[in-house]
C-alpha cells in the first residue's frame, strides 16, 4: 500500500523479554517519527530520523529502547528487556520534510507486557 | 505536568449540530497548533492545522481558532455527521518541526444519528 506499514499490529511478551517493532514508511519521505500512546494519555514522541543526519532520541524513555532507519526507509524500534509499564501502541510516522507537523502515521502496534 | 490538556475526555454532539472540541496549552511559545483525528485501530491522520500568526482557519466543516492570550484553541466541527465520531488529539510546538509537537491526551467525540 501507499500508507505507513507498522508490524506486527500486536504484540504479547512477558516481563523481561525483548522486542522488534517495524515501519515501513511512505516512499520518499525523507522524515521518521516513533511515538508511543500509553492508555490515556497523548502522543509521546520517542524518536525522529531526518535522512541521512543523527537521530533525535531526545525522547526515548530509558535506554533499553533503541532504534535504528537502514538505508534511510525501514526502522526497527527495539525494546530490551520489557517492564510492564512499556506496555503502550507504538506508533510510527513519517513525512515528506521536517517542517512540517503533517505526519502520516501508520496503524501502530499494540504492545502488552505481561 | 501537561503542557498540553484536552479536559473533556468525551463529549456527544447530535447530528447535525455544531461540535466544539477545546484544548489549552500552558506553554507561551507554542506558535503552531494542529489537530489529529483517529479512528479505532487507525493511526492518527492530520486534519488542520493554525499558525499564531492567525486566529481563526477554516476547511471546509472545521474550523479552528486560537486564543494566544487565553493560550487556547478549539476546533468547530459544523455541521457534525456520524463520520465524525472518533478521537481528537490537539498538538503545539514552538516550531513547525514535527518532532516537537506536544499533544494531548485526546477528546472521544460522539455523534448520534
Known amino acids: 500500500g501507499a500508507g505507513v506499514s507498522q508490524s506486527p499490529s500486536n504484540k504479547v511478551t512477558e516481563k523481561g523479554k525483548d522486542v522488534e517493532l517495524r515501519c515501513d514508511p511512505i516512499s520518499g519521505h525523507t522524515a521518521l517519527y516513533w511515538y508511543r500512546q500509553s492508555l490515556g494519555q497523548g502522543l509521546e514522541f520517542l524518536i525522529y530520523?531526518?535522512?541521512?543526519?543523527?537521530?533525535?532520541k531526545s525522547g526515548l524513555p530509558s535506554d533499553r529502547f533503541s532504534a535504528e532507519r537502514t538505508g534511510g526507509s525501514v526502522s526497527t524500534l527495539t525494546i530490551q528487556r520489557t517492564q510492564q509499564e512499556d506496555s503502550a501502541v507504538y506508533l510510527c510516522?513519517?513525512?515528506?520534510?521536517?517542517?512540517?507537523?503533517?505526519?502520516?502515521f501508520g496503524e501502530g502496534s499494540r504492545l502488552t507486557v505481561l | 505536568d501537561q503542557q498540553v490538556k484536552q479536559n473533556s475526555p468525551s463529549l456527544s454532539v447530535q447530528e447535525g449540530r455544531i461540535s466544539i472540541l477545546n484544548c489549552d496549552y500552558t506553554n507561551s511559545m507554542f506558535d503552531y497548533f494542529l489537530w489529529y483525528k483517529k479512528y479505532p485501530a487507525e493511526g492518527p491522520t492530520f486534519l488542520i492545522s493554525i499558525s499564531s500568526i492567525k486566529d481563526k482557519n477554516e476547511d471546509g466543516r472545521f474550523t479552528v481558532f486560537l486564543n494566544k492570550s487565553a493560550k487556547h484553541l478549539s476546533l468547530h466541527i459544523v455541521p457534525s455527521q456520524p463520520g465524525d465520531s472518533a478521537v481528537y488529539f490537539c498538538a503545539a510546538s514552538e516550531n513547525n518541526y514535527g518532532q516537537n509537537f506536544v499533544f494531548g491526551p485526546g477528546t472521544r467525540l460522539s455523534v448520534l444519528p
Open positions: 510516522a513519517s513525512s515528506p520534510s521536517r517542517d512540517t507537523g503533517e505526519l502520516f
Open positions: 530520523f531526518q535522512g541521512n543526519s543523527a537521530p533525535d
